[in-house]
């Protein structure tokens, strides 16, 4: 039956969903956005060439992203600990869902960013700008509509990690769907939390384009 109880456990899971999401992709972009700037600017055919510091970036990028997110959370269990004290609950999932999202983020600047027209970084060196004023003033301003387009893939699929950390009791609406949908064979409450999931990332990049759409300069 459904009770009371179940409501209101859906309820904060949803509300356990949007924390995870929100706070994991706040603090990605707070790691990831300097790490795809230097990625840009450091390539061979960057602002600014580093051999080494772009190696060492993309190295640590592709071992990241390489590894199944299932598998890092369990990886990164006693590191979770160390810091948030538990290995389960939705603070606890925050942890692997940054070191995750780090990378994956960094690559979308990354590719944001090279996507610059050259001409208008030659514009801005020709009238004296600083590197720092060219990344500030002109990268990251002119790849503005592709970074928050961006932003709106990187929240989703954080989105759909969190629901992935229901396999270690990392809360939210995945771990509902694990626990009452999978684990008890309740498929109404696995198709509800599946139909939230849904409708989460649809609001989220209803609300993403429709901004994107807005600091478009070509329309």
Known sequence: MWTKEITDMIINGVWATLYMTVASTVLGYLFGLP??????????EGLTPNAVVYKILDVIANIVRSIPFLILLILLIPFTRLLVGQSYGSTAT????????IPFIG???????????????????SMGASNMQIVM???????????????TIAIGTILGY???????????????????????????????????LVILVQI????????????????
């Open 162 to 196: 969190s629901a992935m950390a229901g396999c270690v009791g990392g809360g939210g609406l995945g771990d509902i769907a694990i626990r009452y949908g999978y684990y008890r064979y309740q498929t109404s409450i696995m198709i509800v939390t599946v139909v939230l």
């Open 35 to 44: 790490m795809g700037v230097l990625l840009a600017i450091t390539d061979k």
């Open 137 to 151: 003033k002109v990268l990251l301003v002119e790849a503005r509509t592709s970074l928050l387009t961006g932003a």
């Open 107 to 125: 690559r979308m600047v990354e590719s944001s960013i090279k996507e610059v027209d050259p001409g208008v970084i030659e514009a801005a060196r």
């Open 94 to 101: 925050i942890v692997p869902l940054v070191i995750a999202a």
């Open 204 to 219: 989220f990049q209803s609300i993403g384009m429709f901004l994107a759409a807005k600091l478009d300069k070509r329309k």
